[in-house]
């Protein structure tokens, strides 16, 4: 058997979803619940390992011989539940090519095009829609507001 070249196996990188702002938006609005599922499971899950950690030092004090058995078989099952959970959730938002940027917050941004250079629209969750990208290597500190023709109507570009 002939040696294989083991960069005929490489498939190329997927090239990134571009996003124009009717299909970021459509988008946004299809992930919101998902992005709220997982900022939910991220925040039980802190809270939960917090409680693991604590316990683990109890066992540890008290030189493992009071093990709290059922405690933390509960605990450790519902932690890999919300693991998978989010797991799960992210892998939904991620598939639509769509970037999660601070899941504290709940900011996502789409890889879009204006004016030829790659940008990001931008949207933190509590905003109604849309209405700020930013370039590429600039981040959420550097967002502008779009074109007065991509904002809706009574919305003004300050």
Same mark, same amino acid.
Request: aromatic share 6%.
């Given at each position: 058997?002939? !040696?294989?070249?083991?960069?005929?196996?490489? *498939?190329?990188?997927?090239?990134?979803?571009? #996003?124009?702002?009717?299909? &970021?938006?459509?988008?946004?609005?299809?992930?919101?619940?998902?992005?709220?599922?997982?900022?939910?499971?991220?925040?039980?899950?802190?809270s939960?390992?917090?409680?693991? &950690?604590?316990?683990? &030092?109890?066992?540890?004090?008290?030189?493992?011989?009071?093990?709290? %058995?059922?405690?933390?078989?509960?605990?450790r099952?519902?932690?890999?539940?919300?693991?998978? *959970? =989010?797991?799960? *959730?992210?892998?939904?938002?991620?598939? *639509?090519g769509?970037?999660?940027?601070? =899941? @504290?917050?709940? =900011?996502? $941004? #789409?890889? &879009?095009?204006?004016?030829?250079? @790659?940008? %990001? =629209?931008?949207?933190?969750?509590?905003?109604?829609?849309?209405? #700020? %990208?930013?370039?590429? !290597?600039?981040? #959420?500190?550097?967002?502008?507001?779009? @074109?007065?023709?991509?904002l809706?109507?009574? $919305?003004?570009?300050?």
């Amino acid at each position: 058997m002939a !040696d294989e070249d083991p960069e005929q196996d490489e *498939t190329p990188e997927p090239r990134q979803r571009l #996003f124009t702002l009717i299909e &970021a938006e459509r988008v946004r609005k299809d992930l919101e619940p998902f992005l709220i599922e997982a900022i939910d499971c991220r925040k039980k899950l802190s809270s939960l390992e917090n409680d693991l &950690a604590a316990i683990s &030092a109890r066992i540890m004090m008290m030189g493992g011989v009071i093990v709290p %058995y059922e405690k933390l078989s509960r605990l450790r099952a519902e932690h890999t539940h919300l693991a998978e *959970t =989010l797991r799960s *959730t992210l892998r939904r938002i991620l598939e *639509t090519g769509c970037i999660v940027k601070d =899941l @504290d917050v709940g =900011l996502l $941004d #789409f890889p &879009a095009i204006i004016d030829n250079q @790659d940008v %990001y =629209l931008c949207w933190k969750l509590g905003e109604d829609r849309i209405r #700020f %990208y930013h370039r590429q !290597d600039e981040g #959420f500190a550097g967002r502008k507001p779009l @074109d007065p023709c991509d904002l809706g109507p009574g $919305d003004k570009v300050q």
